[in-house]
Every structure is written in structure tokens, then in C-alpha cells.
């Protein structure tokens, strides 16, 4: 069982940049591919971007592609996600999660444990 905790969420004027972090226990953690999504009020949760188990292969969603950059540490068991050039759309709670496949899924179904999230508040 892999248990995630999200950090690094905050308050970020448009333009500016967050680094999510996401920290998982165990001793498995370079076995699961990991994700990350989020949700605005209102709206389902979003899939942006997941890394295979040994990080060689990274996928995002249009949403982040050329803004937001997902990398893992196995040796330290944290997942990030580099956000860039934000904009007030992407308000939202930001959730890591973890898939015992090696490159994961686009769809929350995909994954087995999540996070309980991070809130990233853009003002314009």
C-alpha cells in the first residue's frame, strides 16, 4: 500500500510558478507509475500528467503541455510537477496518485491510491 501527501500549493499571481510535491511512503514506490490531476469547484477531475515507474516516459494533458513538467525522485519516493506560467483557470486542488502499472492512465479510474490534495489559487 502506498500512502501520497501533496504539498507546495498556494496562493500565485498569474504568470508566476508553483513546484507540487508529492511525497509517498513505502518501499515500492519506484513500482507505480504516478499522476497528477486536478479539480476545479464545480468541474471533474482532470487528468495532466503521468511518468512511468522509472520516469523515461512522461504524458500530458493539452492543458499542461509546454507549461507544467512531471519528473520523480525514487530514491527520495517524490513525484513533482513543475508549474509554469499559470493562469487563473488553473485554480484548483491538485492530487497526486499512484498506478501499479508502468506508465499509468489518463482517467482516475487508472489509479489505486491518491493524495488528499494541495489547493493552487491563481489571481489575475
Known amino acids: 500500500q502506498v500512502q501520497l501527501v501533496e504539498s507546495g500549493g498556494g496562493l500565485v499571481q498569474a504568470g508566476g510558478s508553483l513546484r507540487l510535491s508529492c511525497a509517498a511512503s513505502?518501499?515500492?514506490?519506484?513500482?507505480?507509475?504516478m499522476g497528477w490531476f486536478r479539480q476545479a469547484p464545480g468541474k471533474e477531475r482532470e487528468f495532466l500528467a503521468r511518468?512511468?515507474?522509472?520516469?523515461?516516459?512522461?504524458d500530458y494533458a493539452d492543458s499542461a503541455k509546454g507549461r507544467f513538467t512531471i519528473s520523480r525522485d525514487n530514491a527520495k519516493n517524490m513525484a513533482y510537477l513543475q508549474m509554469n506560467s499559470l493562469k487563473p483557470e488553473d485554480t484548483a486542488v491538485y492530487y497526486c496518485?499512484?498506478?501499479?502499472?508502468?506508465?499509468?492512465?489518463?482517467?482516475?479510474?487508472?489509479?489505486?491510491?491518491w493524495g488528499r490534495g494541495t489547493r493552487v489559487t491563481v489571481s489575475s
Open positions: 511518468i512511468s515507474t522509472s520516469g523515461g516516459i512522461t
Open positions: 496518485a499512484a498506478d501499479r502499472s508502468v506508465i499509468g492512465g489518463t482517467i482516475s479510474n487508472a489509479y489505486d491510491y
Open positions: 513505502g518501499r515500492t514506490f519506484g513500482t507505480y507509475a
